[in-house]
């Protein structure tokens, strides 16, 4: 049965040079809240999101956690580790059901490792990472937090890949991602409130005036 499901999720995301090592290829499946991955331990293989959305997360030196991104299908966790032979980077969590194509390493080292497909495939990914991280720590370093949040309202507003990677309604979660303080990030959303850019809800953000975000 689950070899049926796999073959699905390998045609659907058009992975077919999977498909010779679909016997060692698992079905990893979690719930909302649960942890896929643990920063600082050992990797144990490639994990592709085909389905549901996670949350990636790293610990600063002061102990706090920093929220770096989300993860919608498809997305490849562990690539950076596996490439490296370095412990795991980041904290992952579930933020709903998810479901993953899980290749144990020994798969990936002594066959798809030597795959030019598959090899272009990881790098596409690593590369999408590297240009979305630059982009963001080009923002959040040189700009104030008032141009930090709209340009995340901006990011998030657009169709494109990375935008699904940022988008969340949760306050906290939007504070994090921009290098602000829950604190902080509410003054900015009174400040816009007060000018007329956006209305805020019990539940979500209206923004009225986009001319002024962007």
Known sequence: MNLTKIQTYIEN?????????????????YDAGEVILSEGHQIDGLYL???????VATTEITG??????????????????CFQNVPIQSEVHAEEPCTFLFIPINCYK???????EFLQLLLKELAYKLQTCTTASRVNLLASAETRFASYLC????????????VTHNMEQIASLIGTTPR?????????QEKGILQKTRHQLIITDWSSVE
């Open 13 to 29: 995301h058009e992975l077919q040079m999977l498909l010779p090592h679909i016997e060692s290829i698992q079905l990893k499946t």
């Open 49 to 55: 999101l085909v389905n549901g959305r996670c949350r």
């Open 64 to 81: 706090k956690s920093l929220l770096l991104r989300f993860c919608s299908p498809f997305s490849i966790l562990g690539d950076i580790e």
């Open 110 to 116: 002594q066959s798809l490792s030597l795959k030019p």
């Open 155 to 166: 990011t998030v507003k657009t169709d494109h890949l990375f935008a699904k990677q940022l």
């Open 184 to 192: 902080h990030l509410n003054r900015v959303i009174q400040k816009f």
